[in-house]
């Protein structure tokens, strides 16, 4: 009879224990649950199917799990290399969150604050002249800038730099410099910077463009480090990304992307990797802070998760949690209103190296995503976002040219998230 009531207990206590962790998961309530996993499934799968992309993949990380890994499609369509976990992709201006959290390891250390003048460090960028249009004879028309730029401008893309080729008179100039070639070095590439006017006064608007390159010259100003070196000491190698460079070893390469470009529904042309991979087939003396970074799938999902622990991973500190929170506020004030494309990006701010969204979608067709959440993207169409309030990470690789000319960021927001429903979008 002891033998029988033990046996009891024990499988009473075994049940109790099962239910009780049931009850435990049906609490934690998760936005990658098995319909969202065939939501993300299916986007996904359509687009290769459709033909407007070759490959594609994605990783979600939730409440410090991994909740969705799939990849579709081909890396190279014309070897028939699938798409995969390991392949390495061109990130572009996914580079420039990881160049702001440099930078930010030498606010944390008190070497400089964010309404310091640049030229304080940086005396290239004294004096500066802000362009007004142009004469009758078609010359630049000048005025003093109105205050020094800040490294609070640079790191909010409010400094002024020209990024486009069709400023009368200043875009001649822009192309005659060329501050962006890979040939300059980092100093260089800020005395081009620096004897170019700017395109408006600082702080008068939001324009993309070089800032963050002049980030990259100002942590090797400030720290006396080339910078290449000092991201990789300070953040990839505590990061143990290891994938994550500027330069492709032979040995690498056969896991590279290919480039598409798609000039119509269906229709996708590679780009030849002399052309596509020219910058991480050489070694150049650019070492940009606004692009140039190579990485897989895991190395940034390292990188977001670090930021949604506010700034420690795997017990190694890169940032304190303080500064990640700065960093994932907007540091846009209202009076700035002339703002290029970013409301396309849906009602956000920016804050260092972040689109900061600060209001929930209005309706389904914006943007989809949750208030707090700080993102960027790069041009070949990939995207990363972090949602604080979920606990949430995703990272979406694609090598797709123009920049997604398919919906595929709303689409891909939506699989995720599920269809805007009007006041729960918060």
């Known amino acids: 009879m002891r033998k029988y009531l033990q046996k009891n207990l024990v499988l009473a206590l075994g049940l109790t224990l099962l239910i009780s962790a049931c009850d435990r998961e049906e609490q934690v309530q998760r936005i990658i649950d098995t319909d969202a996993k065939s939501r993300l499934d299916s986007t996904l799968q359509a687009y290769v199917n459709s033909g407007n992309v070759a490959g594609i993949s994605a990783l979600i990380f939730e409440k410090d799990e991994e909740v969705y890994f799939n990849a579709f499609g081909y890396a190279d369509r014309e070897n028939e290399v699938p798409m995969d976990r390991n392949t390495i992709v061109k990130i572009y201006s996914m580079t420039k969150p990881i160049t702001g959290t440099a930078l930010m ?205 506010k700034g420690e991973i795997n017990g190694t500190r890169v940032l304190n949690p303080e500064t990640v929170e700065l960093m994932a506020t907007s540091h846009l004030p209202d009076s700035v209103t002339e703002r290029s494309w970013l409301p396309s990006k849906g009602r956000v701010g920016f804050g260092i190296d972040f689109a900061v969204r600060t209001d929930p979608p209005q309706g389904p067709e914006e943007m989809n995503g949750v208030v707090g959440e700080f993102f960027w993207d790069g041009a070949a169409s990939t995207l990363f976002w972090v949602d604080p309030k979920n606990e949430l990470v995703a990272v979406l690789f694609v090598q797709l040219f123009p920049y997604d000319g398919i919906g595929l960021h709303k689409n891909f927001r939506d699989a995720v998230y599920g269809k805007f429903i009007p006041d729960s979008a918060d």
């Open 105 to 309: 390891t030498l606010w944390e250390e008190g070497k400089f604050q964010l309404d310091d003048p640049l030229e304080k460090y940086a005396p290239e960028f004294a004096n500066m002249k802000v362009y007004q249009g142009v004469d009758e004879s078609g010359n630049m028309i000048l005025v003093d800038a109105d205050r020094p730029i800040s490294i609070r401008d640079i790191t909010r893309h409010t400094a002024g730099f020209p990024n486009r080729p069709d400023i009368p008179g200043l875009s001649e100039v822009m192309a005659e410099k060329d501050a962006r070639s890979f040939e300059n070095t980092l100093t260089l590439m800020a005395e081009k910077m620096g004897s170019t006017p700017l395109w408006f006064q600082p702080g008068a608007q939001w324009e993309y463009g070089l800032s963050v390159d002049v980030q990259a010259f100002l942590v090797e100003r400030i720290s006396g480090i080339p910078y290449a070196e000092y991201v990789q000491e300070k953040v990839l190698n505590p990061l143990g990304m290891a994938e994550t460079r500027y330069f492709l070893p032979e040995k690498d390469r056969g896991r590279f992307a290919a480039a598409y470009n798609r000039s119509g529904e269906g229709q996708l042309t590679r780009i030849p990797d002399s052309t596509a991979h020219v910058f991480n087939y050489n070694h150049w003396p650019l070492t940009p802070g606004g692009f140039g970074l190579t990485s897989t799938l895991d190395d940034y999902m390292t990188f977001a998760r670090m930021l949604v622990r």
